[in-house]
């Protein structure tokens, strides 16, 4: 079995039911030219009545639009009563199209999905083949407002009791897709305000800038962010109520207290272990405070008897002889300075850790020592330890172990600060939200003061005068060029190819007619002013096939629609586009009579050039 | 039973069954197709064989008896008692039986004329209109532009001019044909990027980003564009609000709309029209009116012709099963199955 149904099957299938007039939507404009070709030696041909009738009808259409008289579709409308209407053709032919569906003498109506909304028929039936569209070169699945957008098609007013929307299955549909889309409810829209440069040179133009704010928060935009930020607020209320319960306790901020606290002392226990806790200028003082050393301290002196490491301290310890016999414990930082003089002093293993007499001779010694001694120099070595944490050296300034709220601090703790988390986070964002709209403007404004459109004061400058009535894409890009003189001395023919590729924004290939040199060199030198603008503007394409094509048609009056449409590959529909686009560009130009004369009168030139043939039988 | 055997009478059964099959013998099994799932199955199987082939007989068994005492069972059930439940009870069980091919096609053919009779909501709309701001949201073909043709033409007659706006320039030159077979071409005119037509008349036809442009050097005090008069702004194909690279011509005309006009915004049916009239409420000086209904004017129903030219109704029921998608006509839920199986590579997933 094929993958999918034949296009003249189907059409049988739906004749034989009764269910014509039916628009198929297909994939791509090239399953839609399929399908026509596929009927070139169809037999299923129309009564002789309804071919005359057709026939009729398009030759009243012919009379307004003399364009279409060459299709190559003509024959296959007339014989079979199907059609091609997608954005490959012609204007003019899809309004014949339309106009001899609307009086009823077409059978179906091959359209391609990506243009759903613009099949401005009605139908019997529509009949849908795939359940997702190309959307910049990817697919995505239809949403449900796009499937009733393609349902809604069938059923014509007046003329049918009931619609139809027949699915018929091809390779990757998926049904479920088309199901949900039928029976479910069309989904909500979104504002996709930007703010371009044109509208911030129009809006300072009309309304000082303190007025700007209040004018951006009547859009849509904000309104949407505002329902977004009054959710948030919302949730921020309810926040509010459950941190009640942890409010100040013995530290106004106690959470930020426990929260510092209770990260010191995790880091503690992990990564600065007690026997390692000395910082590099004590622990190199470790190999001199041997048993007999004598050492200072912040008052008098005393003899080391030994060194040792006790489990609950955090330093090595030292057993020291101090004056008058006496014998005490300390840590090696409680030693303020070590002497260069050492006495004799075998260690022994139990107190007062040397013998009787070492004792005594000591004790002694100490007595006798000369006020003045000299100091021992220890070089510190740099690689031996890094610093600890300051946060470790300050664990004893926290009042936390002692404080009578601990155990109530430590329980409610990963609450609180979750809440509290949440509540930064959720302000944070109601601010943005608020805010962004008018941050972006002012990015704008930023950016048109630089480049000299706006002063200081963020009054127009003479510049900004004329720039803000370039009311298109790519404005900030055509606004510099003419800025930059790039058109000056350029004919028409330039100036409207140059225009024509800044307009066209579609990638789909086209084959390469031949450049001119000036076209080519001011093809690239537009192509750079572009690449140093993106930072600011989105680059165009700047196809230059299209520059050409514009180029040939407005320099060489001579050329007719059928010559340049074989100049390229490009679809008539395209082309039609492709021209109508660079026409609203040129007229955007022609505004500008007042500052740029010339330019002006050069875009009018091409303008006039531009309007012939196919151009000038549609309004 | 060798493997072969296995495989084809796991193949005759239903996907239902497999799934259930599979439940606890393998992962993730309802991603799986059918011939994915069989294979996956068979691979669990080579473990415990004979614990498979009993479980399989079981189930074969008890669908034979389903029909009988299953069904009782399943009328006491509870109606809704869960949600998930009640979309599967509704998804495999009939309630009505599903509507038939002929049923499906009756009503086909060429209604008798009738004179033309307002909707209601045309009424409501048209009654609004004239006192304050109207955003419609009514499904494609209800007959907005008989509201918006109304609405002109009541303005018309108090002297107060009309813009009226769309988002093709194609469009706008059939409006204007349109329009100018109904009022005369003296009274209508055109504003395009590259078409001026009539500028002074009463009804002007332009597209979206002219409007814009005109209130913009009307704002900066450049020209005179008479919209001290104007009475009247209709916005046709309003959802374009949500087009992502020309939204925003729509939000920049709403807001610069002179406050005496009325707005008329037309649009085709959208899930929060009623987002639009409460943004249109709070920065215009008038209370926004919404209307909208989702009833189509000519009903719709829904098939499914299968490419061997088979046609079936899609759903059980005639028309749409509104918020129902699993509610298929059971021919053509087994006529896409088939479909799926034959299309699909094995062993891949579907999409």
Redesign the interface.
């Known amino acids: 079995m094929p993958p999918s149904i034949h296009p003249v099957d189907l059409i049988s299938a739906l004749r034989q039911k009764h269910l014509t007039p039916a628009i198929v939507f297909l994939t791509s404009r090239r399953a839609c030219d399929e399908a026509m070709e596929a009927f070139d030696h169809a037999n299923c041909v129309l009564p002789t009545t309804r071919q005359e009738a057709i026939a009729k009808a398009l030759e009243q259409v012919m009379a307004r639009h003399p364009s279409i008289a060459e299709h190559p579709l003509i024959s296959i409308v007339q014989r079979i009563g199907v059609a091609a209407h997608h954005a490959g053709h012609l204007p003019t032919w899809k309004i014949a199209i339309e106009e001899l569906m609307r009086q009823g003498h077409l059978d179906a109506v091959f359209a391609t999905t990506t243009l759903a909304a613009g099949v401005d028929f009605p139908a019997r039936t529509v009949v849908i083949t795939q359940s997702s569209i190309r959307k910049s070169r990817d697919f995505t699945d239809l949403t449900a407002g796009e499937v009733q957008q393609i349902a809604g098609r069938a059923g014509r007013r007046g003329k049918d009791h009931v619609g139809f929307a027949v699915i018929t299955p091809s390779p990757y549909i998926d049904l479920s897709v088309l199901t949900k889309g039928l029976t479910g409810q069309p989904e909500a829209i979104d504002s996709q305000f930007t703010i371009s440069y044109p509208m911030v040179l129009n809006l300072l133009k009309a309304h000082p800038h303190e007025h700007i704010q209040g004018i951006l928060a009547k859009s849509f935009a904000q309104f949407q962010l505002n329902q977004r930020a009054e959710v948030l607020e919302q949730k921020l209320d309810a926040l509010h109520i459950k941190m009640e319960p942890f409010g100040p306790r013995v530290c106004t901020d106690w959470i930020t207290q426990w929260h510092t606290f209770d990260h010191a002392r995790r880091h503690r226990h992990t990564r600065h272990p007690t026997y390692r806790a000395e910082p590099p200028e004590i622990s190199a003082r470790l190999p001199f405070l041997t048993p007999g050393r004598v050492v200072g301290f912040s008052r008098g002196r005393g003899i080391v008897l030994r060194q040792y490491r006790s489990k609950g301290q955090r330093n090595s310890m030292l057993t020291v002889l101090r004056p008058e016999s006496a014998v005490t414990e300390c840590p090696v930082t409680s030693v303020k300075e070590v002497y260069d003089r050492t006495y004799d002093c075998p260690e022994t293993s139990a107190y007062p850790w040397c013998s009787t007499d070492t004792f005594d001779r000591l004790s002694h010694q100490l007595e006798e020592l000369p006020l003045r001694l000299p100091l021992l120099p220890i070089l510190v070595s740099s690689n031996n330890e890094p610093l600890p944490d300051a946060i470790v050296q300050s664990l004893e300034d926290f009042s936390c172990p002692t404080c009578p709220s601990r155990s109530a601090c430590q329980k409610d703790f990963l609450t609180a600060s979750r809440l509290r988390q949440e509540q930064q986070r959720h302000t944070k964002s109601i601010q943005a939200l608020r805010t962004s709209l008018w941050h972006r403007f002012q990015e704008r404004v930023e950016v048109l003061q630089t480049f000299g459109y706006l002063t200081l004061t963020t009054q127009l400058t003479a510049e900004g005068e004329w720039a803000r009535l370039i009311r298109i894409d790519h404005s900030l890009l055509i606004t510099e060029l003419i800025r930059a003189e790039a058109f000056t001395g350029a004919d028409p023919s330039l100036l409207a190819g140059i225009l024509a590729s800044l307009a066209h924004d579609d990638d789909r290939p086209g084959a390469f007619p031949r450049i001119s040199p000036g076209l080519s060199s001011l093809l690239g030198q537009v192509r750079k002013l572009a690449e140093s603008l993106s930072p600011y503007e989105d680059p165009p394409l700047l196809r230059a096939d299209v520059a050409a094509l514009v180029e040939r048609w407005v320099a060489d009056q001579t050329l007719t629609w059928i010559g340049l449409c074989r100049l390229t590959t490009m679809a008539e529909g395209d082309i039609y586009r492709l021209l109508a686009r660079t026409l609203e560009y040129l007229s955007q130009v022609q505004t500008l009579k007042g500052t740029h004369a010339g330019l002006a009168e050069s875009a009018s030139q091409a303008i006039t050039a531009i309007r012939r043939g196919v151009l000038e039988e549609l309004p | 039973m060798t493997t072969d055997e296995l495989e084809q009478l796991l193949a005759q059964q239903p996907v239902a069954v497999l799934h259930r099959l599979a439940r606890g013998r393998v992962q993730r099994h309802f991603r799986a197709g059918k011939r994915r799932l069989i294979e996956l199955l068979l691979q669990h199987s080579s473990q415990n064989r004979a614990g498979f082939e009993s479980d399989l007989l079981t189930l074969i068994g008890e669908r034979q008896a389903g029909p009988t005492s299953g069904s009782p069972r399943r009328h006491e059930a509870p109606p809704i008692a869960h949600k998930k439940a009640a979309i599967r009870s509704s998804e495999s069980e009939p309630s009505d039986p599903p509507v038939s091919l002929t049923e499906w096609?009756q009503?086909?053919?060429?209604?008798a004329?009738?004179p033309f009779v307002q909707d209601p909501w045309q009424i409501e709309a048209l009654a609004a209109v004239s006192e304050t701001d109207v955003v419609i949201s009514v499904?494609?073909?209800s007959?907005k532009t008989y509201v918006a043709i109304e609405a002109a033409r009541r303005a018309m007659e108090e002297n107060r001019s009309v813009i009226y706006t769309s988002p093709?320039?194609?469009?706008s030159?059939?409006k204007y044909a349109e329009f100018s077979k109904i009022f005369g071409p003296d009274k209508v005119g055109?504003l395009t990027?590259?078409?001026q037509e009539n500028g002074q008349a009463p009804l002007l036809v332009m597209t979206t980003?002219i409007l814009?442009?005109l209130l913009?050097d009307a704002?900066?005090?450049e020209i005179d564009v008479r919209l001290d008069t104007l009475g009247l702004v209709i916005l046709d194909e309003s959802?374009y609000?949500?087009?992502?690279?020309r939204?925003?011509v729509w939000?920049?005309t709403?807001?610069f709309c002179p406050s005496q006009a009325r707005l008329l915004l037309l649009s085709?049916?959208?899930?929060?029209p009623q987002?639009?009239a409460?943004?249109l409420t709070?920065?215009r000086s008038t209370p926004c009116r919404l209307v909208r209904h989702?009833k189509?004017?000519?009903?719709?129903?829904?098939?499914?012709?299968?490419?061997?030219?088979k046609?079936t109704p899609?759903?059980r029921t005639l028309g749409?099963?509104?918020?129902?998608?699993?509610?298929?006509h059971p021919e053509a839920k087994h006529l896409?199955m088939e479909?799926e199986e034959?299309?699909l590579p094995s062993g891949r997933p579907?999409?």
């Open positions: 096609l009503g086909l053919g060429v209604p004329p009738q499904p494609t073909g007959g093709l320039k194609a469009l030159n059939t055109i990027g590259d078409r980003e814009r442009n913009y704002a900066s005090g959802q609000l949500a087009d992502p690279e939204g925003v939000e920049e709403i807001i085709a049916s959208i899930g929060n987002d639009i409460d943004w709070s920065i989702s189509r004017t000519v009903p719709l129903r829904a098939g499914y012709l299968h490419p061997n030219g046609l899609l759903f749409i099963p509104q918020g129902h998608p699993g509610h298929l896409f479909y034959e299309t579907r999409r």
